[in-house]
């Protein structure tokens, strides 16, 4: 259970990082805070030649809001949202979420962007993202792009980074006063792997709602506008409306071909939509 | 090696490390602190749990060379720790521990848990505990020790501090490292001798521990789909990220198998063997092969049945697909995800076919599509023929 053998470098800065991904011939992984590439390389499941630590970049350590938007440098870990050190523009959203990924131990050094950059369909930040509308930005010496969460996320471990590119940051849309957040997630031991997760972001102010069903084995389904499920519309009585039919259709055609457990990821979404509503 | 300066149970610590040393590791090999424990190894079972820059952390899963200029405190640095002196005391009372492989964590992170949480609330504690498997005690003794510390501190008028003291963003115990690296390494240089079945030429029956069904339909006579099944090549050139080595024979074949499931990759080689029923127009074809460098081996076989469709005019396809995984590669424990990689190879294979029976070329579908699977560049390289099973299979998981 220790790591073949790997090359090891600190880069001083962002574009240092950059620089050594884009002269590696393609065996070289970032590492942040390691809590997910650490247990694969212990597996010796990953065996790059040379490991990048970004850990110390301060340019990837920064919080601030900006606009209508947090952004979020991708060395942010779980537990500086989950105690507050970094703004909340979700009310309280971001901060639930992170409070219940893994283990206090884990959250003290995993990281948001490293969690999106593994692309785990069980994490949360997958889901929980894609349900917020942010936005992920990514960098490569060349320049940056910013791509929706969704559109990131393109298959299980599977990011939409190109090859010497990584995330630089996260952006979070203000939850608007008039929305409503549920998240819910199933887990066969507190702190593990989820095996469902609803997400979802209704505002019936605007008549809109977001709708993420995830831990599939698979990139998640995100329905942007989600009106389907609730019958058509959004209103103040979705709680009612909402449609487990459509929903186990959703993962049916997604190729969840268990019934079972198309059960179980209607029912957590049931709970994501009744938090939303309470 | 690299030289690591951290500072360790508030002394100041200079030694040398691989860069693939864990923290446990360095702590327990090089400065003799045996009192971290090791059990899972992969950041799961938290008797490695330590304090970084004063907050928990697993030090099997971060690398001592991460730590530079950390602050580590260890359970030996906790013996004077007013919170753990209550602890330890606590736990003796309560009956919190048995073997004592799962204590050093636990109090780190019970103390955690001590300063943290506002009240003794039971399920916030076992909660907060998740992280940390004891396989003696049951918890009970555990839960109630923590409470009770909880209770009398708070009693005490000492309140909470629900961030633990922290007040930096970033990784515990990162941002006091300068710039540097190791030595870069060699590149590895990778022999891979064939199995020893499959240098005897024996590729034996299995029974797959994964079966996925798949059928279709190809607009072409049954008796041109039977042939085609007969063209080893050409169903190899089907098979995602499979490229034959030598020429293959009626009965056999050899080659490789490359798959990647994000940041995992294998390449398995072997040889597979095929047989074929012509009265049933069914067949089968069974492979072997291994990785050398995640020392996983698969087993995988491809099973056929043709069935006529409007008067013979088309066929009818149905495969199934079977494939066990052993090895490295197989210990993952989220099968899930190889399962979702095995079917969506198994779409591919059968797209493919599609299209080499239409007389397209039998590359593959356009990059553009390709990219935004797990299949993705090895898989456009690839042209042959081989256990496809071994493909579902070497993707390991997690």
Known sequence: ?278 | MNTIALQINRRAVEASAEPRTSLADFVRDRLDLTGTHLGCEHGVCGACTVLLDGVPARSCITYAAACQGADVTTIEGLDDDEVTTELRAAFTREHALQCGYCTPGMLVSARDLVLRLPDADEQRIRVGLSGNLCRCTGYVGIVRAVQSVIEARRARNIAPLADGGRTILGPAGSGRAAPGGSEPRPARTVSAPAPDSVARGIIPDFTPATVLDQSFTLAHPLAKVFAMFDDIAGVASCLPGVSLTGIPSSERVEGEFRVRLGPISAAFQGAARVERDPATLSGRILGIGTDQRSHSATQGEIRYRLLPLEGGAATVVELSIGYTLTGLLAQVGRPGLVRDLAKRLVAEFAANLDRHMSGASSGRAAPAELSFRSVASDVLRARLARMFSRVTGKSGAE
Request: proline share 4%; charged share 20%; net charge neutral.
């Open chain 1, 1 to 278: 259970m220790k790591p073949a053998p790997f090359a090891y470098e600190r880069p001083r800065d962002l574009d240092a990082a950059l620089s050594l991904l884009a002269a590696s011939r393609g065996s070289t992984k970032i590492i942040a805070g390691g809590q997910s590439l650490g247990p694969m390389l212990n597996l010796r499941l990953v065996q790059p030649e040379l490991i990048v630590d970004i850990s110390g970049l301060a340019e990837l350590k920064l919080a601030q809001v900006s606009g209508n938007e947090l952004v979020l440098g991708a060395l942010v870990t779980h537990a500086d949202i989950e105690d507050g050190r970094t703004a909340d523009v979700t009310r309280g959203a971001m901060r639930n979420v992170a409070a219940n990924i893994a283990y206090r131990a884990v959250r003290n050094r995993g990281t948001i962007g490293g969690s999106l950059s593994h692309a785990d369909p069980a994490a949360d930040w997958v889901s929980a993202l894609a349900a917020l509308g942010a936005r992920v930005k990514l960098r490569t010496l060349a320049g940056a792009r910013t791509l929706a969460v969704e559109a990131f996320v393109v298959g299980a471990l599977e990011p939409a980074l190109h090859v010497g590119e990584i995330v630089e940051a996260i952006h979070v849309p203000t939850r608007t006063a008039s929305s409503h957040w549920g998240y819910a997630k199933s887990c066969r031991k507190t702190g593990e792997f989820a095996r469902a997760i609803g997400a979802v972001l209704v505002d019936p102010a605007d008549a809109s709602a977001r709708v993420v069903i995830g831990a599939i084995d698979t990139a998640p389904i995100v329905v942007t506008d989600a009106r389907e499920l609730f019958g058509g519309q959004i209103a103040a009585d979705y709680k009612q409306r909402f449609d487990v039919r459509v929903a186990d259709a959703l993962l049916a055609k997604a190729g969840i071909d268990d019934a079972a457990q198309r059960h179980i990821h209607v029912s957590v979404l049931k709970r994501a939509v009744l938090e939303a509503a309470a």
